[in-house]
């Protein structure tokens, strides 16, 4: 079966990842949204039309709130991207929770779980451990679910979600199912 060809223009935009990695506060976004909008007037440029955070955001993966360098918070960014007329983008790894999350060590069997019965965990370039949520658990799911949607109603139209492949890790979950089906 042929694929057919993309129709629609792919977005051009910005993200802090590629120049900051983590390493993020509320100044360099203000700042870098600036220039963004100065940029967005020169009509030799191809227009942008997403500005993105990346990781570096939040606490931390699994507690996906404002950290303390985001002293006006989350909501206040993205209506302040989506006034300077971009798409307000935004991080997440919806399946993957730092075992240094409060969320964590306050749901022992929320998380995908090896042979010996202990949460199967992935470090991504020594930053931490993070386990990996099991989604079929009755209250696991739903808890993932509503962080990606309370991202969404803060006015993030734009949501890169990373690391989705941890979703159809093998393992043993709630519900026995495969890591596909899962």
Same mark, same amino acid.
């Given at each position: 079966?042929?694929?057919?060809?993309?129709?629609?223009?792919?977005?051009?935009?910005?993200?802090?990842?590629?120049?900051?990695?983590?390493?993020?506060?509320?100044?360099?976004?203000?700042?870098?949204?600036?220039?963004?909008?100065?940029?967005?007037?020169?009509?030799?440029?191809?227009?942008?039309?997403?500005?993105?955070?990346?990781?570096?955001?939040?606490?931390?993966?699994?507690?996906?709130?404002?950290?303390?360098?985001?002293?006006?918070?989350?909501?206040?960014?993205?209506?302040? =991207?989506?006034?300077?007329?971009? &798409? @307000? $983008?935004? /991080?997440?790894?919806?399946?993957?929770?730092?075992?240094? +999350?409060?969320?964590?060590?306050?749901?022992?069997?929320?998380?995908?779980?090896?042979?010996?019965?202990?949460?199967?965990?992935?470090?991504?370039?020594?930053?931490?451990?993070?386990?990996? =949520?099991?989604?079929?658990?009755? &209250? @696991? $799911?739903? /808890?993932?679910?509503?962080?990606?949607?309370?991202?969404? +109603?803060?006015?993030?139209?734009?949501?890169?979600?990373?690391?989705?492949?941890?979703?159809?890790?093998?393992?043993?979950?709630?519900?026995?199912?495969?890591?596909?089906?899962?």
């Amino acid at each position: 079966n042929e694929v057919p060809p993309r129709q629609d223009t792919p977005p051009i935009g910005w993200a802090t990842w590629y120049t900051f990695y983590e390493h993020i506060d509320e100044e360099i976004i203000v700042g870098n949204l600036e220039v963004a909008e100065d940029l967005a007037q020169d009509p030799t440029l191809e227009p942008m039309t997403v500005f993105q955070i990346d990781d570096g955001w939040q606490r931390t993966w699994g507690d996906w709130v404002a950290n303390e360098e985001f002293p006006s918070g989350m909501e206040f960014l993205a209506t302040e =991207i989506r006034n300077a007329g971009f &798409d @307000a $983008g935004l /991080w997440l790894a919806p399946f993957y929770v730092s075992t240094t +999350a409060p969320i964590f060590a306050e749901h022992s069997d929320w998380w995908v779980l090896d042979e010996d019965g202990e949460p199967i965990t992935y470090s991504n370039l020594n930053t931490g451990n993070y386990a990996i =949520i099991d989604v079929t658990h009755p &209250d @696991a $799911g739903p /808890w993932m679910r509503d962080q990606v949607a309370a991202r969404s +109603a803060e006015g993030w139209n734009y949501l890169k979600l990373d690391f989705l492949y941890a979703g159809a890790e093998v393992g043993q979950r709630y519900q026995d199912v495969t890591g596909m089906q899962a």
